[in-house]
């Protein structure tokens, strides 16, 4: 682990900037473009990584798409110290956007997210009448972060987006490697079991149980519209993949668990992050593991991966922490 530093909020700007393209050249493989994906609702990525034929970047690797653009208006802030993040989306006549499609239970989603994917946020901040979203935040960790808001405007044949803006994290600076690929994640007294995993420009199928003292969870209550909510993050440049299980609530054929299920296509090889949010007795956990796209899944480690994470909605949890570090609903 390296040492920790002091970095200012210039420090941390400057280290977004510097920092996301050695990341990228350091964390990612080729791009593969084998074929093209089946479609998958709304969230699904070309299998291009960006820049090549055929295809656009994944998403939050952009600022503007679509006409669209992420305003982020609290462009730093101070480790450990709490904060409002407030942001806009704008269209292309420069006005902030005040409609949108509510997709998930939820007009917007909010990700933040380190660069090193040691700390993750899952949030929904509240909008004002003029366009302008936010919300309390607290980060525990400095350095350079992503903030990414997946969304749909409400107009006709809009598409869903998800935009990106660095933040910067000012304070001691102290990067965590990334986690070794895990099959087990342990979180609040919860254990999470991974089967299946990502492959490149392909959909492919990941299983996760839900078990807690050893016994399976059969009654996981309904979280944003399902009994799981699956994010994925590319280790080096974070790209994002935002998919859902396959299944809803009261569809007559889903069962509020041990198992969720989901489909994913990731846009290149590589080793992604992926952050499982699901709801149990009014309080929801996030459990994270480390994938490699093309990959078989590794084998459980001794000790079980983790992260931080949380969310900023009502049913919140007192963190638990572990030597990786701890999850916080």
């Given at each position: 682990m390296h040492a920790g530093l002091k970095i200012s909020a210039f420090a941390a700007a400057l280290a977004a900037t510097f920092g996301t393209a050695y990341g990228v050249g350091k964390g990612l493989d080729p791009v593969v473009t084998e074929s093209a994906p089946a479609s998958h609702g709304s969230h699904e990525e070309s299998p291009d990584a960006g820049g090549g034929a055929g295809g656009h970047a994944p998403?939050?690797?952009?600022?503007?798409?679509?006409?669209?653009?992420?305003d982020l208006k609290t462009p730093s802030v101070t480790a450990g110290r709490q904060s409002e993040l407030r942001f806009a989306i704008r269209d292309g006549d420069?006005?902030?956007?005040?409609?949108?499609r509510r997709e998930h239970d939820k007009e917007l989603h909010l990700i933040v997210a380190s660069r090193d994917l040691a700390t993750y946020r899952h949030l929904h901040p509240a909008r004002a009448a003029d366009g302008t979203?936010?919300?309390?935040?607290?980060?525990?960790?400095?350095?350079?972060?992503?903030?990414?808001?997946?969304?749909?405007?409400?107009?006709?044949?809009?598409?869903?987006?998800?935009?990106?803006?660095d933040l910067a994290v000012s304070g001691t600076y102290a990067p965590q490697p990334l986690p070794a690929p895990d099959t087990t994640a342990t979180v609040d007294g919860y254990q999470v079991q991974l089967t299946g995993g990502l492959r490149p420009g392909a959909e492919s199928e990941v299983k996760l149980k839900v078990s807690r003292a050893g016994k399976p969870v059969t009654d996981l209550q309904p979280y944003l519209g399902a009994y799981g909510h699956l994010v994925a993050l590319r280790s080096g440049d974070?790209?994002?993949?935002?998919?859902?299980?396959?299944?809803e609530p009261g569809d007559g054929r889903t069962a509020p668990g041990p198992d969720i299920s989901f489909t994913a296509t990731a846009p290149s090889s590589g080793s992604y992050r992926l952050f499982l949010d699901f709801k149990h007795e009014g309080r929801v956990h996030t459990a994270a593991f480390t994938v490699k796209a093309g990959a078989a899944s590794a084998p459980a480690a001794d000790r079980p991966a983790t992260t931080d994470s949380g969310t900023a909605d009502s049913e919140t949890a007192a963190p638990s922490h572990t030597d990786g570090g701890g999850h916080g609903h």
């Open positions: 998403g939050g690797l952009q600022i503007s798409e679509g006409g669209y653009r992420l420069g006005r902030a956007v005040t409609a949108y979203w936010s919300i309390p935040v607290a980060l525990p960790r400095a350095g350079d972060y992503r903030v990414f808001a997946d969304f749909t405007p409400a107009r006709k044949n809009a598409e869903n987006l998800t935009l990106g803006a974070l790209a994002y993949l935002h998919v859902h299980p396959n299944g």
